[in-house]
């Protein structure tokens, strides 16, 4: 009864913890448990928990954001030239477009290789901002409206929604980012982030940033569709790696 009381010096498992009072009533019907041991001087102690029970620390908003921004950073540089064709194509005049193959070989004829990274630089940036701004948002309105973050034990409902709002503020804060990266990629010799920037504006103010903002917050279902199913997948897998008899921490 002490242990519950008192606090222990250390413990054995997933780092220390300097009460043990923080397993009280815990334990729920038929849920999977695990067993912790203590220790106190010569004397230890098992503690049985749930499983679902996470003892690691969660990562910061701030951790989860550089990562996504490495992630989609990397997966930029790897996926421009595909990107480069795939808008080439698709701004083409009537008549040009002979199908992704024939644009790709075209700008390889006409610009070589490298015509295929014109404009990488202010893409990475776009990128760097698109993603930190979205994983920002991401883990500040899970946090801040449930109990169990993006992870399975949040209603489905619950993270599409929040999953779209996430998305959906990311646009309205990352749309101008975006439009000058993309013409910037499709001008000849692409001049740049700035340059393209201080042309669109002369152009046509501050709205011309914003241009397909509208069909961009309607199109943000998709990766929020998409983001649900990626938690959904993630807790099925871990249920089956489960029943395999791997622990649950590992499974996650």
């Given amino acids: 009864l002490s242990l519950f009381?008192?606090?222990i010096p250390r413990?054995?498992?997933?780092g220390?913890?300097?009460?043990?009072?923080?397993?009280?009533?815990?334990?729920?019907?038929d849920e999977p448990r695990r067993s912790l041991k203590f220790e106190c001087g010569s004397s230890q102690m098992?503690?049985?928990?749930?499983t679902s029970i996470s003892l690691k620390k969660k990562p910061s908003v701030l951790a989860n954001a550089l990562s996504g921004v490495l992630s989609s950073v990397l997966a930029e540089v790897v996926l421009f030239p595909v990107d480069t064709v795939a808008l080439l194509t698709q701004t083409a005049e009537a008549g040009e477009n002979g199908g992704f193959f024939a644009v790709l070989l075209r700008r390889v004829r006409e610009r070589g290789v490298q015509g295929l990274y014109g404009g990488l630089c202010t893409s990475v940036v776009k990128e760097s901002?698109?993603?930190?701004?979205?994983?920002?948002?991401?883990?500040m309105l899970f946090r801040r409206l449930t109990k169990a973050d993006d992870t399975a034990e949040t209603p489905t409902t619950k993270r599409l929604l929040i999953?779209?709002?996430?998305?959906?503020?990311?646009?309205?804060?990352t749309v101008p980012f975006e439009v000058v990266a993309s013409v910037n990629q499709l001008t000849p010799g692409s001049p740049g982030f700035v340059v393209t920037a201080l042309a669109l504006y002369r152009q046509?103010?501050?709205?011309n940033f914003y241009r397909g903002l509208f069909i961009s917050l309607f199109l943000a279902i998709n990766p929020a569709i998409m983001n649900t199913l990626i938690t959904t997948l993630l807790r099925f897998a871990a249920m089956m790696k489960t029943a395999a008899g791997m622990d649950y921490e590992d499974a996650r």
């Fill in 5 to 7: 009381l008192h606090p």
């Fill in 163 to 173: 999953n779209l709002l996430a998305k959906q503020l990311n646009w309205l804060c």
């Fill in 46 to 50: 098992s503690i049985v928990v749930p």
């Fill in 129 to 139: 901002v698109h993603s930190f701004n979205y994983w920002m948002w991401h883990g």
């Fill in 204 to 207: 046509g103010g501050i709205a």
């Fill in 11 to 14: 413990a054995t498992l997933m």
């Fill in 16 to 29: 220390t913890y300097p009460r043990a009072a923080a397993f009280k009533g815990l334990l729920k019907g």
